[in-house]
């Protein structure tokens, strides 16, 4: 058996990783995927090349910021469709490749594995940051990333007030670490499930919900602040987690959580 490339192998753990992070078993990922019980289980296995968006719909469900991820799968699709092989010279055709001082070939086997290292560090990043870095000089990645030197992992878009009605995904607020669940997640009549956030890097909360159904709208509010609300709109939305926008401030103690099942029932609240 082909041992596969250290970039496949390394995306293939994260998202192991991630999916345990879900708590879903593979039937119930096909279920709320385009992708089979038996794709799922080869790309987590890494027989199969991941699709991106089978990444994309992984990190959703995990509510996971997909920076890091997509970072990886970049690299490791350099891998899966040859491009590796087929930019590197060939040493039976041509000799060694001549590059100007402090230039590098772009996409080298080098590079990329500095980046990996980099990348299995745990800082999430921009996919485009990263991609544009691939061509960087090698120089620019010989030292080694330590939780002190944070650089590559997204500073929080606001804090408190600044947050109120911002998207908790986008502000960096909900990466992992960084929220946690304000009681345990709510079993609503209809089968969705419901929790509260809360970010104390960003101060801010937001609510969250998932197995949800069209038409379904979560409320969360706090006295002296405007409710955020967040309605399901497609059914592709039914199969990922939604959020709320953002109630910035510390409002942890008096924040409540409100379901509206979208045929007319009765309003379900819930306090942390």
């Given at each position: 058996m082909t041992t596969p490339a250290p970039e496949c192998a390394a995306l293939a753990e994260e998202l192991r990783g991630v999916r345990a992070?879900?708590?879903l078993s593979l039937a119930a990922l096909a279920e709320r995927t385009p992708y089979s019980k038996s794709s799922w289980e080869r790309y987590l296995n890494g027989k199969l090349p991941a699709p991106r968006q089978a990444v994309e719909a992984l990190c959703a469900m995990a509510g996971e910021h997909p920076g890091r991820l997509l970072a990886l799968w970049e690299l490791a699709d350099v891998e899966w469709s040859g491009r590796a092989r087929s930019t590197a010279p060939s040493p039976t055709t041509s000799g060694p490749e001549t590059l100007d001082a402090g230039q590098t070939a772009p996409h080298s086997r080098h590079t990329r594995r500095r980046l990996l290292l980099t990348l299995g560090a745990g800082a999430a990043v921009a996919t485009a940051a990263l991609t544009a870095a691939l061509w960087l000089p090698n120089h620019t990645f010989g030292r080694p990333t330590t939780p002190d030197t944070p650089t590559l992992d997204p500073a929080p878009g606001c804090r408190s007030e600044a947050c109120d009605g911002k998207d908790p995904d986008r502000m960096a607020c909900g990466l992992p670490g960084r929220a946690d669940a304000l009681g345990p997640p709510h079993r609503t009549g209809?089968?969705?499930r419901v929790?509260?956030?809360y970010s104390t890097?960003?101060?801010a909360a937001w609510g969250r919900v998932w197995h949800s159904r069209v038409g379904d709208t979560v409320e969360i509010s706090a006295p002296g602040a405007?409710?955020?609300r967040v309605?399901?709109?497609t059914t592709a939305d039914t199969s990922i987690y939604r959020f709320t926008p953002m109630l910035g401030g510390d409002h942890r103690t008096d924040l409540r959580l409100c379901f509206l099942p979208a045929d007319g029932?009765?309003?379900?609240?819930?306090d942390p």
């Open positions: 992070r879900t708590g209809t089968g969705a929790e509260i956030r890097v960003c101060a405007p409710p955020r309605v399901i709109r029932g009765g309003r379900e609240c819930y």
